[in-house]
Nanobody, 126 residues
Framework: QVQLQESGPGLAKPSQTLSLTCTVS??????????WSWLRQPPGKGLEWIGH???????SYSPSLESRTSISRDTSKNQFTLQLTSVTPEDTAMYFC??????????????????WGQGTQVTVSS
């Protein structure tokens, strides 16, 4: 069974960089043809795709967040990370990591998510 778990600080201050880590077990993040994604859901709003990193290390990001987003990975730890710079209160959300497959490489990509973490709440406030 594939399991994903998010970790990181639950509180960030405006203008800071948010850094979250997803730890994966049950599968290698380098296994073709899967992608490892970050998503978020602000209070009272829908789920928003942030971006993903592929099995080969390539990345794709939501156009609305690309300028502030970086996803990287540590294959030795089977982890991938999200960095979101210059955060504001509108970045307050529940953040999820997930595995993706069957990606259609449009801009942004459209993928099917089959496993996901439980989510971690991030609040941006001074």
């Amino acid at each position: 069974q594939v399991q994903l778990q998010e970790s990181g600080p639950g509180l960030a201050k405006p203008s800071q960089t948010l850094s979250l880590t997803c730890t994966v077990s049950g599968d290698s993040i380098t296994t073709p043809y899967y992608y490892w994604s970050w998503l978020r859901q602000p209070p009272g709003k829908g789920l928003e795709w942030i971006g993903h990193i592929g099995y080969s290390g390539s990345t794709s990001y939501s156009p609305s967040l690309e300028s502030r987003t970086s996803i990287s990975r540590d294959t030795s730890k089977n982890q991938f990370t999200l960095q979101l710079t210059s955060v504001t209160p509108e970045d307050t959300a529940m953040y999820f990591c997930a595995r993706e497959e069957q990606c259609v490489m449009t801009d942004p990509p459209v993928c099917t998510r089959d496993y996901w973490g439980q989510g971690t709440q991030v609040t941006v406030s001074s």
